[in-house]
């Protein structure tokens, strides 16, 4: 069993930043990959950023390359996302889901099905 609890979220203008915080509570924690994912009212689940297992391999969305960090602090079973120069169309609720490291991936990492347990979303509001 693997829970996931996000935290970080909240409201800022354009052009912020916020540190998004993902605490995972499982055993065997390290043999999960984690991925960063957003859903906005009436969106799919896309991804935005990923880091696998062992914490050497990141990807990121073209949409927020070069703006977000994700990286992954494995003695204390967190993960976090650092979001910078955050733009209107980034608000959304944001989930932190996790795959095990072992399996496959059908569509490469950002394919919201593709992972096994989320956790319950952390609310990420940007503003003009």
């Known amino acids: 069993q693997v829970q996931l609890v996000e935290s970080g979220g909240g409201s800022v203008q354009a052009g912020g930043s916020l540190r998004l915080s993902c605490s995972a509570s499982v055993a065997d924690y390290s043999d999960f990959d984690i991925g960063w994912f957003r859903q906005s009212p009436g969106k799919e689940r896309e991804g935005a950023a990923f880091v696998d297992f062992g914490g050497g391999r990141t990807e990121y969305a073209e949409h927020v390359k070069g703006r977000f960090t994700i990286s992954r602090d494995n003695a204390k079973k967190m993960i976090h996302l650092q979001m910078n120069s955050l733009k209107l169309q980034d608000t959304a609720m944001y989930y932190c889901?996790?795959?095990?490291?072992?399996?496959?991936?059908?569509?490469?990492?950002?394919?919201?099905?593709?992972?096994?347990?989320w956790g319950q979303g952390t609310q990420v509001t940007v503003s003009s």
């Open positions: 889901g996790a795959h095990w490291g072992f399996s496959s991936f059908t569509e490469g990492w950002s394919k919201a099905s593709d992972y096994n347990y």
